[in-house]
Nanobody
Framework: QVQLVESGGALVQPGGSLILSCTASGSTLDDYTIGWFRQAPGKEREEVLCEKGSDGSTYYEDSVKGRFTISRDHAKHTVYLQMNSLKPEDTAVYYC???????????WGQGTQVTVSS
């Protein structure tokens, strides 16, 4: 079983950048598809982007294409979400999800708050 801990959330001005981290313990992330989700107040949780563990391909939700990037540091068991050109509508709690390729088990972090405001 893997435990995920997100960090890096903060208050940032529009147009700014932020890097979120998702660090795993209890397991490596090599056999997992990793996704970043977010949930804004009063809205459902949505998938922002993911990197498939099977082939490394990525999915980006339209609103973040060209602005957000996912990357992994396998040695540190950490996945990063680089967010650039942030907009107020990016304000949400961001969650890291690990989906095991074989067992299909899902694991979630506790979330980290990102607020984009001037």
């Amino acid at each position: 079983q893997v435990q995920l801990v997100e960090s890096g959330g903060a208050l940032v001005q529009p147009g700014g950048s932020l890097i979120l981290s998702c660090t795993a313990s209890g397991s490596t992330l090599d056999d997992y598809t990793i996704g970043w989700f977010r949930q804004a107040p009063g809205k459902e949780r949505e998938e922002v982007l993911c990197e498939k563990g099977s082939d490394g391909s990525t999915y980006y939700e339209d609103s973040v294409k060209g602005r957000f990037t996912i990357s992994r540091d396998h040695a540190k068991h950490t996945v990063y979400l680089q967010m650039n050109s942030l907009k107020p509508e990016d304000t949400a709690v961001y969650y890291c999800n690990a989906h095991h390729l074989v067992t299909r088990s899902d694991y979630w972090g506790q979330g980290t708050q990102v607020t984009v405001s001037s």
